[in-house]
C-alpha cells in the first residue's frame, strides 16, 4: 500500500533534510504571486421559507457560509523566495527525475528564466498548456484560461518517461482515422483540455486554488515507476498525493498552512499516512537554540528552556544535547544535561 509522509511547516527547513538524489517526480504548484488573499468560503444550501436563494419550482434555501480556506499569495521578492526552494528540488532529483512546476502567466516568465539557471537551459523539456475555459470571461481583454506547466529533467539525455503508460484522448474527426484508431484514441501533445475541479464534484475540497487530480495522474503515470519516491512540497489540499495513492506511488507533502493540513487529514482519511506535525515545534526549538547562540554567554536560561521545549516535542535528550552542540553553545549545554 502506497504511503503518504505529511509535514506541516516551511518547505525550506523541510528540504533541506531530505536526501540527495532521492526523489524521481517533483510536482509543485506554488502561490502564484497574484496580489491577493486566495480564498475558497464553503457553503451549505438548507431548505427555508425566507432563504435568500430560490431554486426549482419557487422553492427557497438560507446560504450557511462553512467556513473559508485560504493563504495570501502576496509577494514583493517572488524569485528570490521561489530560488532557494528550486534548488533544494534539483538536490533531491534523482539522476532520471523530473520538476513539474505549475505557475500562470503572470510570473511563468520570470520562474522560466529563474529555472533555466537552476537546472539548465537544456533541461527544459515542455512547456505544458494547461486549458480549462471555466468560470467569467472578461470583456476587456481576451479571458485567461490557462496554467502553465514546465518541465524540467535532471538530465535531458536519459530520464523516466513511461510513453506506454499514457492516457488517450478522443480524435478530434474519428471518421478520419478508421475504427481501430478511432477506438483507442491519440496520445496528448503539450496543450491539455481539463475541466477545473467541479464545484459541487466529490473531487472538491474547499481549498482554494486546488488543481485536478486528472492532470497530475497523467504526470505521475508516464514520469515515475511504481518504486518511484514523488513529492510535493506546496501541497495545498494535497491533490498530489491523492494522485499518488491512486497510482500507488509514495509521495511526501508539505505546507505550511495549517488549513492545508486540516484539509488534507479529511481527504486522506483511512488512507497509509505518516504525519509528521511535530516537525513544527522542532523548528521553533531550532529557531530558539539559534537566538541562544547569538545570545552567547548569557544564554543559560533560554537554553534550559530550549531543551525542556525539545524534550516535549518528543526529542531524546542525545538529540537535544547534539542540537545544541551544533550551534556551538557547547559550555552552557555541558552544564544542563
Ligand atoms: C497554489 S497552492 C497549492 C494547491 C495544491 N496544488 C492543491 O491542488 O490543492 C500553494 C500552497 O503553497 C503553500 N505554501 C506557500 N509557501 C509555502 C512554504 N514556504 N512552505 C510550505 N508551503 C507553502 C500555501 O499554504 C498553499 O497551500
Not at 509528521?276 to 548569557?298: D, F, W
Request: proline fraction near 4%; include cysteine; hydrophobic fraction near 35%.
Amino acid at each position: 500500500m502506497a504511503k503518504l509522509d505529511i509535514w506541516c511547516g516551511d518547505n525550506l527547513d523541510f528540504l533541506h533534510k531530505i536526501k540527495s538524489k532521492s526523489t524521481d517526480l517533483i510536482y509543485i504548484d506554488p502561490p502564484f504571486n497574484t496580489g491577493k488573499q486566495q480564498e475558497r468560503t464553503q457553503i451549505k444550501t438548507v431548505a427555508c421559507q425566507d432563504g435568500d436563494r430560490v431554486g426549482f419550482s419557487g422553492k427557497r434555501y438560507k446560504t450557511i457560509r462553512m467556513g473559508t480556506l485560504g493563504y495570501a499569495d502576496i509577494f514583493t521578492d517572488y524569485i528570490e523566495y521561489l530560488e532557494p526552494r528550486l534548488v533544494q528540488a534539483h538536490r533531491i532529483l534523482s539522476d532520471e527525475g523530473s520538476l513539474f512546476f505549475h505557475i500562470d502567466c503572470r510570473e511563468s516568465h520570470y520562474c522560466k528564466v529563474l529555472l533555466d539557471m537552476i537546472f539548465g537551459r537544456e533541461s527544459f523539456m515542455n512547456e505544458i498548456i494547461w486549458c480549462y475555459d471555466y468560470g467569467a470571461r472578461s470583456r476587456k481583454k481576451w479571458p485567461s484560461k490557462h496554467d502553465n506547466i514546465f518541465w524540467y529533467a535532471k538530465n535531458p539525455k536519459k530520464y523516466i518517461y513511461n510513453y506506454e503508460n499514457m492516457d488517450r484522448i478522443p480524435y478530434m474527426a474519428p471518421g478520419l482515422v478508421g475504427k481501430e484508431k478511432a477506438a483507442l484514441g491519440k496520445t496528448p501533445t503539450d496543450v491539455w483540455w481539463q475541466t477545473i475541479v467541479s464545484p459541487n464534484g466529490k473531487e472538491k475540497t474547499g481549498y482554494a486554488t486546488q488543481k485536478p487530480i486528472r492532470i497530475l495522474e497523467r504526470i505521475i503515470k508516464v514520469h515515475s515507476n511504481p518504486d518511484s519516491k514523488l513529492g510535493d512540497f506546496f501541497a495545498g489540499s494535497g491533490s498530489f498525493g491523492a494522485a499518488a495513492l491512486a497510482c500507488e506511488r509514495d509521495c511526501f507533502l508539505i505546507d505550511k498552512n495549517p488549513a492545508a493540513l486540516e484539509v488534507m487529514k479529511k481527504r486522506f482519511a483511512g488512507e497509509n499516512i505518516q504525519w509528521h506535525r511535530k516537525y513544527k515545534k522542532k523548528v521553533k526549538l531550532t529557531q530558539k537554540i539559534a537566538t541562544a547562540e547569538i545570545a552567547n554567554e548569557t544564554s543559560i536560561v533560554n537554553v534550559t528552556e530550549i531543551a525542556t521545549d525539545g524534550i516535549d516535542t518528543g526529542l531524546s535528550i542525545k538529540k537535544v544535547r547534539k542540537t545544541i552542540k551544533k550551534t556551538q553553545v557547547k559550555k552552557v549545554s555541558d552544564k544542563i544535561v
